[in-house]
């Protein structure tokens, strides 16, 4: 049975390779980002009034109201007070029930840790409607009991909570603050301990002025201005924009949206990917990044293995030096290459071809006498004899020999070298 040959290709192509790597990183970035700002980018659906709905009790539109408007606004869900530093914190319509204490000592721990709160006072207790869980099937008054328990909770006591039938018409002590818009508004009783900004003419404050534990806060009595049902009127999107572009002073707007049941715990890794944190974790990421493709990859083209045997005569005269070397033949070289370079010097000065050795080392001798060279040949051939007769001559000695032999000969062709 024949085998097929190897073609050397994989299960993928090359494109098909590259769109599955492409998937799979895309993949791992979209997890890491929904693990960190999960909660973030797909709010819980609620209902109720808190800046995360949409229905017609919620802040949501205010949200965005203040967004367009450039003012910095964001719905937070933990260490609200520490956001809203040198700004405005905005406690919108939270839930005080008479018998859970705990609810009220929230509130309070909040606006005692901030600088300025607008504290806006519930009134309607919805019913999601079944189809959609975003929007509400119904809505009730909440009893003016769970109301005058917010006012309980930050010392503002003898203060009934009326809710009017008509209309009233308003008076502003404040006079840049627009008039709002509301049918049947929630007010509170003024008295003199209040300092009222928005009354009406029988004295029923819809906005007013009051303090606790250090902490400023201004108390809207009707959310129904500023919830995404009220804004539907333009008077009231002026009043609500107004109010809070002045209260914050500059500084940011935060929505506490603890107080509706929806903190979640501070995320060191959601603080990373934070401004201004993230420019230096998008850095470090990069640097990872390629001290990763420099560990992975190479950088230029590959270089070449070289040959097996390297070309040219460097490598071919050292072979044969360190063969001759290992098999004992070096002094026998070093002879035959003395006898070389006389011959070669014998030519090049056109010497008598019928000298005898002797004859002909003493015929070099007075012409290196006349040329003035430093080595002389007697005494080379010497040295050259006393190591070929010695088998246990050293290999530098050798060496030292062979380059003595190339300077005679250089001496002797081009003249010495020796500028004395």
């Known amino acids: ?62 949200i965005e109201l203040l967004g367009a408007l450039d003012i910095p606004v964001v719905a937070s869900r933990y260490d609200s007070t520490a956001k809203a530093r040198d700004g405005l914190l ?40 079944p189809t959609n869980p975003r929007w509400i099937g119904d809505a ?36 840049d603050l627009p008039v709002p818009e509301i049918a049947a508004p929630q007010t509170v009783a003024r008295d003199a301990a209040a300092t009222a900004k928005v009354h009406s003419l029988y004295g029923d404050a819809l906005l007013f002025e009051t303090s606790y534990a250090g902490t400023a806060i201004w108390v809207l009595t009707d959310p129904d201005i500023i919830n995404n049902h009220g804004l539907r009127h ?69 270089r070449a293995a070289p040959p097996p045997l390297a070309p040219g005569k460097e490598f071919l005269i050292r072979n044969t030096a360190a063969l001759l070397r290992y098999g004992g033949h070096d002094a026998d070289a070093l002879r035959r290459y003395l006898a070389t370079a006389v011959a070669a010097v014998r030519h090049s000065l056109h010497a008598p071809a019928d000298l005898a050795p002797a004859a002909l080392t003493a015929w070099l001798e007075r012409v290196r006498l006349v040329r003035k060279g430093s080595i002389a040949l007697p005494e080379l051939e010497r040295d050259v004899s006393a190591v070929v007769a010695d088998p246990r001559a050293h290999g530098h000695r050798i060496v030292e020999l062979a380059e003595k032999i190339c300077r005679w000969r250089t001496e002797m062709t081009h003249g010495s070298i020796d500028p004395s």
């Open 140 to 175: 009730s008054l909440l009893p003016v009991s769970e109301v005058e328990a917010v006012l309980k909770a930050i010392d503002v006591t003898g203060r009934a909570v009326g809710r009017d039938t008509l209309p009233p018409v308003w008076s502003v002590e404040d006079g």
């Open 234 to 302: 333009r008077a009231n999107a002026r009043f609500a924009a107004t109010l809070i572009d002045r209260l914050r002073n500059g500084g940011p707007v935060v929505f506490d949206e603890t107080v509706h049941g929806l903190g979640t715990d501070p995320s060191l890794v959601r603080t990373l990917f934070e401004f201004p944190l993230v420019l230096s974790t998008l850095q470090a990421l990069i640097c990872a990044l390629l001290l990763v493709w420099a560990a992975a990859t190479r950088f230029g083209p590959r």
């Open 1 to 62: 049975m024949s085998v097929p040959a190897d073609t050397g290709r994989g299960p993928f192509s090359r494109g098909t390779l590259w769109l599955i790597t492409g998937i799979s990183a895309a993949s791992l970035v979209a997890a890491a980002i929904l693990s960190v700002f999960g909660d973030e980018l797909a709010p819980p659906p609620s209902p109720g009034a808190d800046g995360y709905s949409v229905s017609a009790l919620g802040h949501r539109g205010l």
């Open 90 to 129: 905005v406690i919108a319509e939270p839930p005080v029930p008479e018998e859970d204490p705990a609810a009220a000592a929230r509130l309070t721990t909040l606006i005692s840790t901030a600088d300025t709160v607008l504290l806006v006072l519930p009134k309607w207790y919805g019913v999601g409607d």
